[in-house]
Nanobody, 121 residues
């Protein structure tokens, strides 16, 4: 499975962005999808995950009520809608795919290349 993340950019604090993650290759299994991020000088951290059927989602406490993860299985694409962005949301955002829902937030197997989000204060 290959993952291509896009949609990053520069936005002012309080603004919004939508990231997309397009999957290609062996997508027939429909994986749980997740977003992670890594800020400069920090460890990579979990942001959000969605089950393969979209029936369950999970979020890091720091983004709850501000970010929404979704997916369109016919398009093999997952999204991360980010609102009320803060300077501390600035990071490279990575999409990932996991074989099992329980692994989505901790040990996804496949990773995209990342897209940079910069929030100016």
């Amino acid at each position: 499975v290959q993952l291509q993340a896009s949609g990053g950019g520069l936005v002012q604090a309080g603004g919004s962005l939508r990231l997309s993650c397009a999957a290609s290759g062996r997508t027939d299994s429909n994986y749980a999808m997740a977003w992670f991020r890594r800020a400069p000088g920090k460890e990579r951290e979990f942001v959000a995950a969605i089950r393969r059927d979209g029936g369950s989602t999970a979020y890091a406490d720091s983004v709850k009520e501000r970010f929404t993860i979704s997916r369109e299985n016919p398009k093999n694409t997952a999204y991360l809608q980010m609102t009320s962005l803060k300077a501390e949301d600035s990071a490279v955002y990575y999409c990932a795919a996991a074989d099992l829902w329980v692994l989505a937030a901790t040990a996804p197997r496949y990773w995209g290349q990342g897209t940079l989000v910069t929030v100016s204060s």
